[in-house]
């Protein structure tokens, strides 16, 4: 139902310019198609056609009269564009069934052409040059809100791990947001005084206006924000997806095209480790690089497009079989049943030996550099430890946002684990050091990292050095705990596949094993968590569409790769 809005929006004349592609106006034919499949509406001044928070909003096209998007509620509503006849309205959120972070109201009588939204997805898919318009304005949208702040409020101690929790939460699955920092934002205090939150009930997450979640935890944030449930006990799925990294997405996209019922799990958000790259340059098909939050996003999108259905966050804590099928139970939620499996879960981090690193973790030390990692340390001198891409990106990234880098690496040679590009990078950017054959031994500081102590694995000498955050990049470990002993690995946790899988008694089937299935026939592995891969973004997206193609054999029943069977 429309509603009256109590703000007055009709002072507004200017209409918001076009931004990078953002409010592309569409043409007499594109309005046609979508007239096909909704049906015009004549509004009043001041109609509220939807409010933030909403969700499963119609997409409006505007034909006559303007509409201004708001931020808030009513009187305390701020006007963050205006648009006239030819442009359309909504964002991701529109496609993704998160709710809608801002609010659109006519600023005069207006004619508008409502479609309801599961038949703009069926616009996307069947008409490709509109549905790349609006995907590719959605996408830009989406940017522009989260460089402007827009959206859920995260108020909280730049001190306390729960509020890093919940903006790492938000910013991983690019969740427009704003931080509100309770030492540095003048009146904070008094708004949440004023909303009747004592400080151990902090952080607080206000969400369109309306709702206050104090210190949720992620599920119930997604709950909240409209991030998909996952999938009930009395389905059972042809294709489940456990890890939403570029393997798991490629997966996702491939499965759900070729018509499997396809879903895709994550504990954390979409992208994986990669997601919290700033920045890959080496990936085909874009020159001036892609970072890895925009790229699991594009993905995301492509997958749902086709119908596949990503869960975040949903944790896998164990595997089981029945009946023929694979069962996987969840953390938090009813376990999911499956035909075929694809094991994509990744890897994490490796932890520093470092002493005191505990007591800075979620304060001080992070394991990933993001704009709100960047924002965190800006203007303070921060140090990098790693040899490898990741933390080359890394010190790329936050150079130009710091005023001193120390990249400490324990090989002789920069270019000993790092590409060559990155490596050349780092060496011609003034404000960043170098420190090769170094390892750091110990954190100082109080509250927060003040410095660290380093020590020359040559010589053995040390010295303290300025740092006031740690960047850690040395390695990964797979995440393969939720396996238990179901699947076999190697000795370093790795699932093995193909005929490595078959050894001793591992193999239960009647047919050799395809090159990415485990040593359980229907599970399949790939990307970073398969043992011997290629740790690359390209790799890990191969391989998580060449499994969905063995998994159609498996479930035909008619294997085609022909692989000696293992004496």
């Not at 995440?479 to 008694?505: E, F, K, M, N």
Request: aromatic share 6%; hydrophobic share 40%; glycine share 10%.
């Amino acid at each position: 139902r429309l509603r009256p809005h109590r703000g007055d929006v009709t002072p507004l004349v200017e209409e918001t310019p076009d931004l990078d592609g953002a409010f592309p106006r569409l043409d007499a034919r594109q309005i046609a198609v979508l007239a096909t499949y909704g049906e015009e509406r004549s509004v009043d001044e001041g109609t509220v056609l939807f409010r933030p928070g909403d969700r499963f909003c119609d997409f409006y096209v505007i034909l006559e009269g303007r509409v201004a998007l708001v931020e808030g509620e009513d009187e305390g509503a701020d006007v963050v564009a205006v648009h006239g006849p030819g442009r359309f309205l909504g964002e991701l959120s529109q496609l993704t069934g998160q709710t809608s972070f801002l609010g659109a109201v006519a600023c005069e009588p207006t004619r508008v052409l409502a479609v309801p939204v599961e038949r703009l997805r069926a616009v996307v898919t069947r008409d490709a040059e509109l549905g790349d318009l609006i995907l590719r304005a959605y996408l830009v949208r989406r940017c522009l809100l989260i460089e402007m702040g827009t959206g859920l409020r995260i108020i909280g101690s730049r001190f306390s791990p729960d509020t890093r929790r919940l903006r790492e939460f938000a910013a991983r699955n690019r969740l427009p947001h704003r931080w509100i920092d309770l030492e540095q934002e003048p009146g904070a205090e008094g708004l949440l005084r004023s909303l009747g939150v004592t400080p151990e009930e902090t952080p607080v997450v206000i969400l369109g206006g309306t709702v206050l979640l104090r210190n949720p935890d992620n599920a119930e944030l997604a709950r909240a924000i409209g991030l998909s449930p996952p999938t009930g006990p009395e389905t059972v799925l042809d294709l489940l997806i456990v890890g939403a990294g570029p393997a798991g997405l490629a997966a996702a996209v491939y499965g759900a095209s070729e018509g499997l019922g396809t879903v895709a799990l994550d504990a954390i958000a979409t992208g994986g480790q990669a997601a919290t790259s700033s920045l890959i340059e080496n990936y085909l098909g874009f020159p001036a690089g892609v970072s890895g939050g925009e790229l699991a996003e594009r993905a995301e999108i492509q997958a749902e497009k086709f119908g596949a259905h990503l869960t975040v966050p949903a944790q896998a804590c164990g595997l089981d079989h029945r009946d023929g099928l694979h069962i996987v139970q969840l953390a938090d939620a009813p376990e999911a049943v499956c035909r075929a499996l694809i094991v994509a879960s990744g890897v994490h981090y490796r932890r520093l030996p470092a002493a005191r690193l505990e007591d800075f973790e979620g304060i001080s030390v992070y394991y990933a550099a993001t704009l709100v990692e960047g924002q965190l340390c800006a203007g303070d001198p921060i140090a990098v430890v790693g040899g490898g891409n990741s933390a080359g990106q890394a010190t790329v990234f936050l150079a130009p946002r710091v005023p001193k880098v120390r990249l400490i690496v324990r090989e002789n040679d920069l270019a000993a684990g790092m590409s060559r590009y990155l490596a050349d990078r780092i060496e011609r950017t003034p404000n960043v050091e170098v420190l090769l054959h170094t390892e750091v031994k110990e954190l100082v500081g109080d509250v927060t990292l003040q410095a660290l102590v380093l020590e020359d694995n040559h010589t053995g000498a040390r010295q303290t050095v300025d740092a006031r955050a740690l960047f850690v990049f040395i390695g990964a470990d797979p995440h393969t705990r939720w396996l238990g002993d179901q699947i076999a690995l190697d000795d370093r946790g790795y699932v093995l596949t193909g005929p490595a899988a078959c050894d001793g008694s591992a193999w239960t089937g009647d047919r050799p094993p395809m090159p990415l299935e485990t040593s359980r026939p229907g599970v399949f592995a790939a990307g970073d968590i398969r043992s011997g891969s290629i740790k690359r973004v390209a790799s890990a997206v191969g391989e998580g569409s060449m499994a969905v193609q063995m998994v159609h054999q498996h479930l035909a029943g008619a294997p085609r790769f022909q692989a000696p069977w293992p004496r």
